[in-house]
């Protein structure tokens, strides 16, 4: 039996997590039996140095989901469908990533009245999503995944004394960490702008502990669940997608969003070398419920029951 088969297009512009998790998303479908995916690139895309969707197996030249048997979009992508028309029998699936696409007045919002599967990252975006009352169609809760082996062999073979702040997100608040542990004889590896992702897991890899510095509305934070498989330490401020995988104090430190306690955070688990190990412990068993075969098999069901979704 020929396999149906999953249109995703793609504005691909330079690498972000969202990017990453779509491309997870592709391999699961074409790990399928039952599916594969056809991928469009735009133009402006496939100029794009170092685009990973480029190797994706099942490029297409051209963005006709009136064929497709099923569509999986994610963030704006909607707007690729304005002037088309879907049959009644085709599904959709809006992988769904951030707390944002339920904020007023937002472009992201605006397409939650759109008919479809709404796929969630974790349980806080599902939430504020079906709180705004504005859903068309079924919400599903799938929690984002990591390579978890990948990223601990990473940690195994490479570990140094640095402390690593990822301040892409918060530069100031960072450059304010990295200032007030220097000052103290910590060396730091502040990073503030975006890296290749294979570039930034080396530099996380090669410190002892990590600092994360989240947006609070964050959808689910990879990098928290990229450093617990790794097997660091990790220091990382609160956001809402990020209390689905950390408890403070057991694999985690959670301080208060501010500078000072941040510091006496990591100056808290540099002093304690019995905390230092339950807390990467606790972090390697947290990163194991969170690795991709789990994802992949959520995936899977979710195909496996998406014709009764599309018409419940």
């Known amino acids: 039996m020929a396999r149906r088969r999953m249109l995703v297009q793609r504005d691909y512009r330079g690498y972000t997590g969202g990017h990453g998790k779509l491309l997870d998303y592709i391999g699961h479908v074409n790990a399928h039996p039952g599916w594969e995916v056809a991928l469009y690139l735009t133009p402006h895309s496939r100029s794009v140095p170092g685009n990973p969707f480029c190797s994706v197996t099942g490029l297409c030249d051209a963005w006709r989901p009136e064929d497709a048997d099923a569509l999986l979009l994610g963030g704006t992508d909607w707007a690729a469908l304005d002037g088309k028309t879907l049959r009644p029998d085709q599904p959709v699936i809006n992988l769904v990533q951030g707390v944002r696409h339920a904020e007023a007045g937002s472009v992201l919002r605006g397409f939650l009245p759109r008919r479809a599967v709404r796929v969630c990252v974790s349980t806080a975006v599902a939430d504020a999503i079906a709180a705004t009352g504005e859903i068309n169609g ?3 809760v799938i929690h984002a995944a990591v390579d978890v082996p990948m990223l601990a062999r990473m940690g195994a073979r490479q570990r140094g004394d640095r402390v690593f702040v990822d301040a892409v997100k918060q530069p100031g608040m960072g450059r304010d960490v990295a200032a007030r542990l220097g000052a103290d004889g910590v060396a730091v590896d502040l ?54 995988y950390l408890v403070d104090g057991c694999n985690a430190l959670v301080p208060e969003r501010d500078a000072a306690a941040i510091v006496t955070a990591v100056e808290r688990v540099r002093a304690d070398s019995s905390l230092r190990n339950s807390l990467i412990d606790a972090a390697r068993a947290t990163a194991r419920r969170f690795d991709l075969p789990a994802e992949r098999q959520g995936v899977h069901a979710l195909l496996d029951q998406l014709d009764a979704l599309w018409t419940r």
Do not use: K
């Open 138 to 140: 079924p919400i599903e």
């Open 191 to 244: 990073l503030v702008e975006r890296l290749p992702r294979a570039d930034y897991l080396a530099r996380m890899a090669a410190a002892a502990i990590v600092v994360t510095l989240p947006e609070a509305a964050e959808g689910f934070y990879l990098p928290g669940i990229e450093a617990l498989a790794m097997g660091r330490v990790l220091v990382q401020c609160d956001c809402v997608g990020s209390r689905d």
